[in-house]
Structures are given as structure tokens and as C-alpha cells.
């Protein structure tokens, strides 16, 4: 009787509880009251028939699977109501039998269970009661860690949500438990689910183990990740505890993420914690956190973030002429008194005056471009905008020149604020002519300040900065010429200014009465001029024409013995070539010349001129200057041996290049660092070549396979790990180069990828970018089959080359071996990968039926070709030609190329017996004969001969093949039970078998000599004598049947072999 009243009441509490949970599920708001009747039902009830009918209620939640609204409110609500009845205030609890510690106890069996849903709400359960437990909460240790324990357990499930939700749970114990930060560093790596990433990051506590990983994670490929990451970095890590790098890190990336959300909350970072809560809402005072002398770029996009956003606001009375104040004396006689001006306020002023300028012309356009009421809206803006910039700016040219002034008097030091001043100066007003006369003496003055020079530890005089840009620094040079062209916005007049100051300078330099600090200011007017001007004929009528500047001043300091001015003279007369029609003769020799005879700091920088004289002109055009026939399409690099060159050598400029990648490395190491060697160099402008070669009518396909497989050897070589720039660029250029369509390639504005790729080509930044050779099509219709083609012909150099222990390779220990072979199959990977990725669109594939050379068929014969050629016996051989049928295997044909798929079906007897022993690559190349058999559209018809020769010559493979068409893998001999010959009887069969091979390999030698490339048959195996007389009769018969079935094709298909194996089968079943 007292069981069934017992059933009773859990019964009638278990639908009170059902129906307080079916009711918290229709809306959080109802949550507060239900908890609370909840708790007075738990009060009044004894605990464990509440725990009982509270379990069984939330039963049927442990078998839905999904994450529906109703579910998750279900989990929250009970969540709530287990962390509010587990704290001290939280009601009646037997502390014997304590509510919290069942629950948990039941819930992490829940976890371990088989059932997906089960352990799935079970860690969802778990963890939002420990994220919403309090802190007073009464908790056994032996319960905490069994928790922890499970959770540790549930990070390795096979389902993402089951990890997320550990994670989660455990994240509160983050703090005191070094191995659970371990455990989420050791499995954020491998972790291939975002939320579970994001959950992770979101995990981590602040620490300096910790930081590294959570600013890694803003390069995430997930946005998600990325967002969680800045949000972490904002809530748990203050500005000061952050390095200088790590903060540009995160802005320069969180600012220029493709992700919407991710640059969303980089600005809250930037605004909220940064900017008000650590800088007091200063934006000056952000900036010195930032050291914006040597991050500027940083700097310049935190202060268009702030004004694009309205963050920033110029407070009445400040601008840049409270650093300028004038002493109470006569207008005439009144001097500025000057204050300095520190970098980060420097940058501010630039930045704003610049947007502000912006957003006056873009207001000032949109009211000419309108009428009526929105015109004059527009036009007040704009003159609102203008009123606010001319009261932030100096208030005349003469103060701001004597605020310039002062900076450039201050020293090195704030080298940094006068450029940034310079840059100010583009904004001020010059229509006046007394404006224009004082700022036109001041940039004057600037111009004639020759370059700092200082002495090294031997006593040579060497140039400080850059030794080639004026002043020493690009940027600066940069700022001269946007002022100057400000200045001098005539038309001519800015030519005609720097002519003048030329044409004072080069006097010395005619004279030959120079010196080093003369020479060098020279040349950097020079350069100067010839990077702000569009071609050689703005300077007809000058002070100073082209032709002297060439004669007078470059090709004389090219052969000065200060290394400083030959490098600055080869950079300019590679410019002063780009800007002439044709390339002079001089001018190439002496390229030539120095890149020959000079030292390796002006061997590179005269290969980067030639470099781009060659993009520029094309090769022929170099090669016409120096005497050589044009017209003649140049298929193979020829060597150079430039110790023997003169003078007077005509060499051609493709071969000459090509012969700076056989330079000794060790004789390039100089201060300019890898990237400045020849190697680099030559890496980027040949793939720049590469690139533009069908604007190149000299430059033929099989020229472009030899430096693609260059290339690609150089990208995979280990040397190439220290130019980091170059494996960039190849990076690029591989990645992206193939994957263009034939849309994008034929139309005249390219895809930004290829912009890209380019512009990291372009390494002289003199280049013009108004030239209509580089705007046009870069690549011609057909380009994609080009490409193909290339990478087609470049596969088997490219791996000859790579491959340890052959064709002149040298070997090592095993290990070196085993990490060459990988290295080389890793290139083979990369090759047939950007065969394969798609080149062109649909609406030009009859045009890829004529190409077949430049597809996938025409690699497979050349592999096939080169596996049965092959000859040699060795382990290294063996790997060799398992790698290539590897790749063969992984090929696709297209069934219009019904020749190629006769010629592949006729070999792959020849290539399973070369693989025999490997069982996998046999499977493989089988499957990839019936694939070949189904593409075959008449299975029956064999090659002709003639066909074959006429496929193979199309490839420029010379002769033909012929083989044994019989050829089968041999059958493995079982172990003998006689004991093995002796070492004389063995030594002896050795030398006879070794005297009839030599004879057959000098009459089947695999030269261009023979009409016919002769593939050995399979190694013999010693056979013991109780099977000497099966093994005989059944090669005799093999034999016989072979010469019964002899054809005059060179080939028999698959379908012939197969017939020619029944043949003998049924023979041997009659004998």
C-alpha cells in the first residue's frame, strides 16, 4: 500500500514538473517565475523522489537530436534551475545527498553512453550548469574532478558539438588547471571545426603561452574564428600588455579582413577598449602605441578608421598653427617662433587635413554634377570642409616653409615629421605667384642638399639610406614629388626646373673632377627626373637632353670604382632604357658588361635592368641592339662561359641571363641580404617573362617549358628556403596563374589575382604604370593550351633534375635519398596539379581538340615513353618508375585523342612489368586500362606504325618504340629446397649474364642515333632445377606463340594480349 502511494506522488510531481518545463519551453521570459515554482515544489518534496521525477522529466530531451529553439530553452531552463538550487541561498538541500553532485554524477553517464543525442545533451547540460553555477556553490572536489575528467574525455568525440560543449565546460577551470590550457593548445591545431575552434579561443585565459596562439588565430580561414579571436584579445588582454608588433599585427589584419564581422569588431576593439578605455578617447596619444615611424601604414588606417566612422572631431582652436607663434614686431620683420611637432601628431594632422581635403572635392563634384536645392546643400558642405581645412593649415606659405625648416634642422631625428609636413604641403594653396616663388626656392634648396655619406671601417666612402632615391629614402623622394608637382603644375615647368638644377650639378661629373658625394647627387636628380616623367622626348629643349645625361653622367659612373655609384648608375640607365623607343647599344653592353665583371651587389642590380628592358622591349629588341638577328625564334638556352666574354660579345640577353643561375652562391652573399642576390632576382623576372611571353614573338614554347621547369626546381630546391620574397612570388604565380579563365585572360583588364601577381613581379618600382603594355591583354587567346604545353614539357626535366642517385644526381645517406624522392614527388604532384586545374571556358572547347600535344595525353606518352627507356636496374631507377606510373595512373584522357588512347592500351603491358613486384601501382594501372579500354571507340583496330612515329615526333620524341608484345610480369618462383650455388658458380653466371647483357644494351642504346628504342624484357630469376624444365617449356611456348602471332604493327592492343594469355593458358592445359 505504501508502494503504490509512493508511485502515486512521483507520478503527480512528475507532472508537475512536465508541465512547468513544457511551459518554460514557449518563452524565456516566463523562466524567472517557473524557477521559482520550481524551487518551492523541490522544497516541498522530498529529494529523492523530486530527483527522481525531475530526471524522468527531462528524459525525452535526451533522445532529440536536434537543436530546436523549444530544446535549447528545455536546457537552459533546467540549467537554471539545478545552479539555483546548489547555492547557499538556493533552498533545503541535504548536504549527505546534495542535488548538484546526482545530477552531475547521472549526467556524465549520460556522456559516456553510445548514444549520440545522449551525449550530446548531456555535455550540453553539464556545461551550462557549470557556466551558470555561482561561486558559492558547495561542490565536492571527488565530483569537480570527474567532471573534468569526462569533459577531458568528450574533447576527443567524433562529433564537433559533443567537443564544443566540453570545451566549454571545462573553460571554467581553465585558471587553475594548467593541463586543461595544455589540452586546448594540443587539440586547437588539429581541430578541423570552426565552432569548435571558436569555442577553444573563446576558452583560453589570458597568458603569455596563450597570446601567441589567439593572434594566430586571427589568420583563421574562418571568420568565426578570427572574430572570436580579436574578441578575446579586446576583453582579456589591455593595451599595455600587448607588444608594439602584436597590436600593428591585429590592426593591420583585423582592418583589412574580407569578413564584414571580423573588420565589425576589430573597430570596437580599436574604439571601445583601445581608444577610450586605455587612451582617453585621444587619438594622439593611441598613435604612440603604435610607433607609427616604423608601422605608418598602421597608423594612416587607424585614423581613416576613426574618421570615416565619426570617431574623431576636431575641437575648436586646434590645428597645426598653435606649433607656429610670431613675435610682436612689424609685419615685416616678424619670425615664427616654431614648436616641434612629435611623429604621432605629425601623422594625425596629414591624415585629417588629407580627409577633409577628400571630402571637399567629393562634395564639390556631387554639386556640380546636381541641381537645384541638392546642388546648393552639396556646394555648402564642401565650403564648410574647406573653411574647416585653411583654418587647421599654416596660415601662409612662408610659415609653413619656416615650420619645414625647423624640422629639417632638428636632425635625423624628426626626419619622419618633415615628411609627413611635405606631404601637408599638397594641400595648400599655390595659385598665387608669391606663393609659388617662395615655395619654388624652398623646394630649391631641398633639391640641392646632396646626400649623407659616411665613411666604412676600411675608409670608403659609402652613401646612408638606400643609395639610390633622393635623400636616401623612397618615401621621401615620393613626398619631394608630389610637392614639386604641386608646385610646378604647369605644363613643362617641372622639367624644366629639374633640368636647370641637373645641368648645375652635372658639370663636375663632365669634368671628371667629382667626387663620391657628387657623383651620387647627381644620379639621384637624375632618377629623380626620370621617374616623374612619360618618355625621353619631354626633354628636347631642356638644359639637358637625353642623350648627354646618357653620355655625360650614367654610362661614366657605371664604370666609377665606388660600388654605391655603379649600383645607382645601372638602376638609372635600366630606367633611361625602359623610357626610350628602342634600347641603345651603349647602354646594353654596358649592362652586359657589369653584369659580367661586377661585383655581386652590381651584377644583381644590372640583371634587374636587363631584366626589365627585356618585359619591356622583348628580348629581340636587346638582342637587334648588340647585333644579333631578331627574326630568329629562339628554342633551348645555350651556355655561357662569361669568363671568356669581351667587350664586344654578342651574347644572347635570354642565355646570358640564364647563366646567373650557375653562379656560385657563396660569392653572392653581401649586405644587401638574399633577397638583393641573382638567384632571386632572376626567380622573379623570369616568371615575369613567363607571364607576358606571348608579347614576346621570339620566345618559343619549348624555350618557356625550360624556364618553367626552372622555375619550378628553383621554388622546390632547398637553397630556396632564404629568399623568402621569391617562393612568395612563385608562390603566387603557381597558385594563381593557371586558375585564370580564358575570359579573364583574353579581356583587357585582368583579374585582380593576376594584378597581383604581377605587380610582386614588378621588383623595380620605377616602372611606369600609365604604359599601355602593361594595361593591355597580357596573353593571347590560346594561352591556356601555351601553359599546358609548358608544364607538359617541363615534367620529366624538372624531375630528372630532382631525382637523388641518377642522371648525375647525387645520392647521400638513406635519409637524404628519402627526403630528395619526396621532395621530387611532391614537384611531379605540383605539376599535374596545375595541368589539371581548369584553363578555359566552355565556350572555347573546340578549340583544345587540336591540342593535343597540350594536354593530359600528351604527358602520359611521355611518361609511358620514359618508364619503358629507362634501363637501369637500380633501387633509385625502381623508385623513379613507380613515381611516374603514380602519375600516369592519376591522369584523364578525353575521348577525341582515340590515338594516344591505342598507344597508352599498346605500352601498359610494358609498364606493369616494370612495376610487377609493386601490387598497388599494378591495380592502379589496371584500373587505368579500363578506363582506357571504355574511351576506346573501336577496341579491335591497333596503330599503324607510321601514326605511332608521326605521335611521337609531334611530342619531339625521335624514332619509335619497340617492344615485346608477349611481355608478361613473371611468375614468382617459390623457395627451393636445395641449398643456394657456390660464390664461384654464382661469380661465374654473373660474368656470362653480364657479358650477354652488355651486348644487347650497346645495340639497343637510347639515343637519337637508332631509328627504334629497344625495352628490355623483365629481369631473369635463378630457377632451381625442379622447376628448370616447367619454366623452359613454358618460355619455349611462350616463344613459339609469340613468332606465330608477329605482326608488322609496332603494337598490339589490350584486347590482343588478353586473347594471346587465353591462347596459352589453353595450351598449357592440352600439353
Known amino acids: 500500500m505504501a508502494d503504490a502511494t509512493e508511485s502515486e506522488a512521483e507520478q503527480r510531481l512528475s507532472g508537475e514538473i512536465r508541465r512547468i518545463l513544457d511551459e518554460s519551453r514557449q518563452s524565456q521570459a516566463l523562466h524567472n517565475r517557473k524557477l521559482k515554482e520550481l524551487a518551492s515544489l523541490h522544497r516541498s518534496s522530498p529529494a529523492d523522489l523530486f530527483f527522481r521525477a525531475f530526471f524522468g522529466a527531462l528524459a525525452p530531451l535526451f533522445d532529440f537530436p536536434r537543436r530546436t529553439i523549444c530544446a535549447e530553452r528545455s536546457v537552459r531552463f533546467a540549467a537554471s534551475f539545478v545552479s539555483l538550487i546548489s547555492g547557499k541561498s538556493g533552498g533545503t538541500v ?22 549520440r543525442p545522449a551525449r550530446f545533451r548531456s555535455c550540453q547540460i553539464i556545461s551550462e550548469i557549470i557556466m551558470r553555477l555561482p561561486d558559492n556553490a558547495e561542490v565536492s572536489d571527488e565530483a569537480w574532478d570527474e567532471v573534468i575528467e569526462g569533459m577531458k574525455v568528450r574533447i576527443g568525440d567524433k562529433i564537433p558539438g559533443i567537443r564544443a560543449f566540453a570545451v566549454r565546460a571545462l573553460s571554467r577551470f581553465a ?248 606631404l601637408l604641403g599638397t594641400m595648400l594653396d599655390f595659385s598665387d605667384s608669391t606663393n609659388r616663388k617662395t615655395a619654388s626656392a624652398f623646394l630649391r634648396e631641398l633639391l640641392l642638399v646632396p646626400p649623407e655619406c659616411e665613411a666604412d671601417e676600411f675608409g670608403i666612402e659609402i652613401s646612408v639610406g638606400d643609395g639610390l632615391s633622393l635623400g636616401g629614402d623612397r618615401e621621401w623622394a615620393r613626398a619631394m614629388s608630389e610637392l614639386a608637382k604641386k608646385v610646378h603644375a604647369s605644363t613643362g615647368e617641372f622639367e624644366e626646373v629639374l633640368t636647370h638644377i641637373i645641368e648645375e650639378q652635372v658639370r663636375p661629373c663632365r669634368e671628371r673632377t667629382a667626387n663620391f658625394t657628387e657623383w651620387m647627387h647627381c644620379l639621384s636628380l637624375v632618377g629623380f627626373l626620370l621617374e616623374n616623367i612619360d618618355g625621353l622626348w619631354i626633354l628636347r629643349g631642356k638644359a639637358i637632353g637625353a642623350t648627354e645625361l646618357l653620355n655625360s653622367l650614367l654610362l661614366p659612373a657605371a664604370k666609377q670604382t665606388a660600388m654605391d655609384v655603379q649600383r645607382s648608375a645601372l638602376r638609372y640607365l635600366g630606367l633611361f632604357g625602359m623610357l626610350e623607343r628602342r634600347p641603345s647599344t651603349e647602354l646594353v653592353r654596358q649592362l652586359y658588361q657589369s653584369f659580367i665583371k661586377g661585383s655581386p651587389p652590381v651584377s644583381a642590380m644590372a640583371c634587374k635592368a636587363l631584366l626589365d628592358l627585356v618585359a619591356w622591349h622583348g628580348p629581340h629588341e636587346l638582342n637587334k641592339a648588340i647585333g644579333l638577328d631578331p627574326d630568329v625564334k629562339k628554342t633551348s638556352i645555350s651556355p655561357v662561359h662569361t669568363s671568356d666574354c669581351g667587350e664586344d660579345a654578342c651574347i644572347d640577353v635570354l642565355d646570358l641571363l640564364y647563366s646567373g643561375f650557375d653562379r656560385d652562391d657563396s660569392e653572392l652573399e653581401f649586405e644587401g641580404g638574399a633577397e638583393e642576390s641573382i638567384i632571386a632576382v632572376l626567380g622573379e623576372g623570369f616568371a615575369k617573362l613567363l607571364l607576358l611571353c606571348e608579347n614576346y614573338p621570339s620566345i618559343s614554347v619549348e624555350l618557356c617549358s625550360v624556364i618553367l621547369s626552372k622555375l619550378i626546381t628553383l621554388y622546390f630546391s632547398e637553397e630556396s628556403g632564404e629568399f623568402q620574397r621569391l617562393r612568395q612570388c ?61 608544364v607538359s614539357c617541363a615534367f620529366l626535366p624538372v624531375l630528372r633534375r630532382m631525382w637523388p642517385g641518377m642522371f648525375g644526381n647525387n645520392g647521400g645517406s638513406s635519409i637524404v635519398v628519402s627526403k630528395l624522392r619526396k621532395r621530387a614527388a611532391l614537384a611531379a604532384r605540383f605539376m599535374l596539379q596545375m595541368m589539371q586545374t581548369p584553363l578555359f571556358s566552355k565556350d572555347n572547347e573546340e578549340h583544345s581538340e587540336d591540342c593535343f600535344d597540350c594536354g593530359e595525353e600528351g604527358l602520359a606518352i611521355r611518361i609511358a615513353v620514359e618508364v619503358a627507356c629507362c634501363r637501369e636496374r637500380a633501387a633509385a631507377a625502381k623508385a623513379y618508375i613507380s613515381t611516374l606510373c603514380k ?103 654473373q660474368n656470362s649474364s653480364d657479358d650477354g647483357n652488355s651486348d644487347m644494351d650497346d645495340d639497343g642504346r637510347a639515343d637519337g642515333s637508332n631509328s627504334y628504342l629497344d625495352v628490355p624484357s623483365t629481369n631473369h630469376v635463378l630457377v632451381t632445377p625442379s622447376l628448370a624444365s616447367m619454366r623452359s617449356q613454358r618460355a619455349s611456348k611462350t616463344a613459339a606463340l609469340a613468332k606465330m602471332a608477329a605482326k608488322s604493327t609496332a603494337f598490339q592492343s589490350l584486347d590482343s594480349d588478353d586473347d594471346l594469355d587465353a591462347q596459352s593458358g589453353l595450351t598449357d592445359e592440352d600439353s
Open 94 to 115: 541535504d548536504p549527505e545527498n546534495p542535488f548538484l553532485e546526482q545530477f552531475l554524477r547521472l549526467l556524465l553517464s549520460g556522456a559516456c553512453s553510445a548514444h
Open 175 to 422: 585558471d587553475d588547471e594548467s593541463d586543461i590550457v595544455d589540452l586546448f593548445l594540443e587539440a586547437l591545431p588539429v581541430e578541423q571545426n570552426p565552432d569548435v575552434r571558436k569555442t577553444i579561443i573563446l576558452s583560453l585565459p589570458p597568458s603569455s603561452a596563450t597570446l601567441e596562439v589567439i593572434v594566430e588565430a586571427t589568420l583563421d580561414v574562418s571568420g568565426l574564428v578570427r572574430r572570436a579571436a580579436h574578441c578575446v584579445l579586446a576583453s582579456k588582454f589591455p593595451l599595455q600588455a600587448l607588444s608594439i608588433k602584436h597590436r600593428t599585427m591585429l590592426l593591420n589584419r583585423g582592418l583589412k579582413d574580407r569578413s564584414p564581422p571580423v573588420v565589425k569588431e576589430c573597430l570596437r576593439m580599436l574604439k571601445e577598449e583601445w581608444l577610450m578605455k586605455c587612451c582617453g578617447g585621444d587619438p594622439v596619444a593611441l598613435l604612440k602605441y603604435l610607433d607609427v615611424e616604423t608601422y605608418e601604414s598602421v597608423g594612416e588606417a587607424v585614423m581613416e578608421a576613426f574618421l570615416n566612422d565619426g570617431v574623431v572631431h576636431i575641437q575648436e582652436g586646434q590645428s597645426i598653427r598653435e606649433y607656429i607663434s610670431s613675435e610682436n614686431q612689424s609685419e615685416a620683420e616678424c619670425t615664427p617662433t616654431i614648436r616641434l611637432i612629435s611623429p604621432e601628431a605629425a601623422l594625425y594632422w596629414k591624415v585629417v587635413c588629407k580627409h577633409l581635403h577628400a571630402e571637399a572635392q567629393a562634395k564639390g563634384t556631387d554639386a556640380a554634377t546636381t541641381t537645384g536645392t541638392e546642388a546648393a546643400v552639396y556646394a555648402s558642405e564642401a565650403s564648410d570642409k574647406n573653411d574647416l581645412l585653411e583654418r587647421v593649415l599654416p596660415g601662409s606659405i612662408s610659415d609653413y616653409v619656416a615650420l619645414v625648416k625647423a624640422h629639417l634642422s632638428a636632425g635625423p631625428n624628426y626626419h619622419f615629421v618633415s615628411r609627413q609636413l611635405l
Open 730 to 790: 612563385l608562390s603566387i604565380f603557381f597558385e594563381h596563374f593557371p586558375a585564370l579563365s580564358h575570359d579573364n585572360k583574353a579581356s583587357n583588364k585582368a583579374p585582380k589575382c593576376f594584378q597581383y601577381a604581377l605587380r610582386m613581379f614588378l621588383f623595380l618600382q620605377s616602372n611606369n604604370p600609365k604604359s599601355p603594355k602593361l594595361q593591355s591583354s597580357f596573353v593571347g587567346p590560346f594561352f591556356p593550351f601555351l601553359f599546358q604545353r609548358c
Open 887 to 989: 602519375m600516369l595512373s592519376m591522369l584523364r584522357f578525353r575521348a577525341s585523342e582515340q590515338k594516344a588512347i591505342k598507344f597508352l592500351r599498346g605500352m601498359l603491358n610494358v609498364l606493369i612489368c616494370r612495376v610487377y613486384t609493386n601490387k598497388d601501382l599494378v591495380k592502379d594501372l589496371t584500373k587505368f586500362g579500363t578506363v582506357l579500354k571504355t574511351l576506346d571507340k573501336c577496341p579491335s583496330e591497333d596503330l599503324p606504325d607510321e601514326e605511332v612515329i608521326a605521335l611521337l615526333e609531334k611530342l619531339g620524341i625521335q624514332g619509335g618504340i619497340q617492344w615485346d608484345i608477349n611481355m608478361v610480369p613473371p611468375t614468382p618462383v617459390p623457395p627451393s629446397a636445395k641449398a643456394p650455388p657456390s660464390r664461384a658458380r654464382t661469380r661465374c653466371r
